[in-house]
């Protein structure tokens, strides 16, 4: 593990292996103020419109019944946004829009009920890279449990959890679960405690949220869903692998060949049942607000030192790059708010170094590249991502789209998610593939409308 170690002005000279079992003791999980918040009212899609009424070109039915929409996605295809998974964020997904612009009402998410609809809990911001965590009516069967409460839903056509990854489907979510509270429960000191960046990448929610919805006695996540049997798909994957990475100090040259040995069984399975799909390519999640927060050049304002400061605090140190990214950790912000001392360290878990980036570009040239030899049609995410982001991103409707943080309209407050705005945004850019490639009539939704009623229900 590396030592960033920030010499300052007023440091005292002490040994460089003192200084590191220091660092290496610190406490790293942030400890965000805790408030409660009423549970965020559902919309009423009323703009949506009637079942039955849209022309769905392609997309057939089967003996009458309307068509069955499969996506098999991340954190943002399951509505996880402002640093949570909670019930408004679920039925604005932008899978969940989507729907309802085919005019479809058998979509089935594994949605919290009303009186648990704060779900795993959720973040208010402050925009500064200090939350407070939401902690009441959670869907948690027990304070400090792993368990969340059952989906009421038999099937469920919304397969997206943030942190979705191929290992999650070769076992029963259920089992890995139990046995992981096992774990812990005979390792307490293993016990992975609440990451310090206050979002999902550590602990067991991913599976956690798997196991509400996939039965102990369905075998594994896999053989649960290829018994759905799809007219129309949206396939979203990788982008969380990045997310993970990322948000634990970054990793260069990320997805191995077992993850595009899974999309490929993915593939293989839409194709096998006949369904119309699209896939998305993946954001460069670099560019997100959430990674900049604090810019590592506001720091001499603070300290009045030169960056190269910032070192490893090894025998022989090396100077960090400036172009690293600091992570809103607690350390970070401990930092930023002037309160460090000659005992305070950066560790390699709040910095991501140059050399430990990873972008999508090869990822996003594999799935244009499959595009063509399996015929499937793409929604260009990392495109209409770089687009929102440069500012230069207006509805049909005309809204602008602002991906200013935190006072936007894009980014959730979490600065990494898409708010539900933003996920209206990416809900029309589905809807304009699906009108593109399989000869249908969805209506794009009008966010602008969509943007009143949210104020009206926050």
Not at 32 to 52: E, H, I, L, T, Y
Not at 144 to 164: A, C, K, Q, W, Y
Not at 329 to 339: A, E, I, V
Request: proline share 7%; glycine share 6%.
């Amino acid at each position: 593990m590396k030592f960033f170690k920030l010499y300052v002005a007023f440091e005292a000279v002490c040994c460089c292996w003192f200084q590191n079992l220091v660092c290496a003791q610190q406490e790293t999980t942030a400890s965000p103020n805790f408030v409660a918040v009423q549970v965020k009212a559902d919309p009423s899609f009323s703009w949506a419109p009637r079942p039955g009424t849209v022309q769905l070109g392609k997309i057939s039915k089967v003996n009458g019944t309307e068509a069955v929409l499969l996506t098999i996605g991340t954190g943002t295809a399951a509505g996880y946004r402002d640093g949570g998974l909670f019930r408004q964020g679920q039925l604005t997904s932008y899978p969940n829009l989507v729907a309802r612009q085919m005019g479809l009402v058998d979509f089935k998410q594994p949605l919290f009920s009303v009186d648990k609809g704060n779900g795993t809990g959720y973040l208010v911001a402050d925009g500064k890279g200090h939350w407070s965590k939401v902690v009441n009516n959670l869907a948690y069967l027990s304070p400090d449990s792993m368990r969340l409460s059952p989906s009421d839903e038999n099937t469920i056509h919304n397969f997206s959890v943030p942190g979705n990854h191929p290992n999650k489907y070769l076992l029963n979510p259920t089992s890995q679960l139990e046995y992981a509270i096992k774990f812990y429960e005979e390792n307490p000191s293993m016990k992975m405690r609440e990451n310090s960046d206050l979002l999902w990448t550590a602990g067991e929610m991913p599976t956690a949220l798997l196991s509400r919805f996939i039965p102990k006695q369905a075998g594994s996540a896999w053989d649960y869903l290829t018994q759905i049997n799809p007219n129309a798909a949206i396939v979203d994957l990788n982008t969380d692998i990045y997310t993970q990475i990322h948000l634990n100090g970054g990793q260069a040259g990320i997805l191995a060949a077992r993850e595009r040995y899974w999309e490929l069984d993915v593939i293989n399975f839409l194709n096998q049942k006949g369904a119309k799909y699209v896939y998305a390519t993946s954001p460069d999640i670099l560019d997100f607000p959430y990674f900049h927060i604090f810019n590592p050049k506001t720091l001499p304002q603070i300290y009045s030192i030169d960056i190269n400061m910032l070192r490893n605090g090894s025998p022989n140190p090396e100077v960090l790059p400036a172009a690293s990214i600091l992570l809103p950790t607690q350390n970070t912000r401990k930092l930023f708010d002037g309160k460090f001392t000659e005992y305070d360290c950066l560790l390699e878990t709040d910095v991501i170094t140059p050399d430990e980036m990873s972008r999508p570009d090869a990822y996003n040239k594999m799935v244009i590249q499959w595009s063509k030899e399996f015929n499937y049609p793409i929604v260009d995410f990392y495109t209409i991502y770089k687009t929102i982001l440069k500012g230069d991103y207006i509805t049909d409707d005309g809204l602008k789209i602002d991906p200013s943080y935190p006072g936007g309209n894009f980014f959730s407050s979490d600065g990494m998610y898409p708010s539900a705005i933003g996920q209206a945004v990416l809900a029309n850019e589905v809807i304009k593939v699906f009108n593109k490639s399989f000869e249908a009539n969805i209506p794009l939704i009008h966010v602008g409308d969509f943007a009143k009623e949210l104020t009206k229900i926050q």
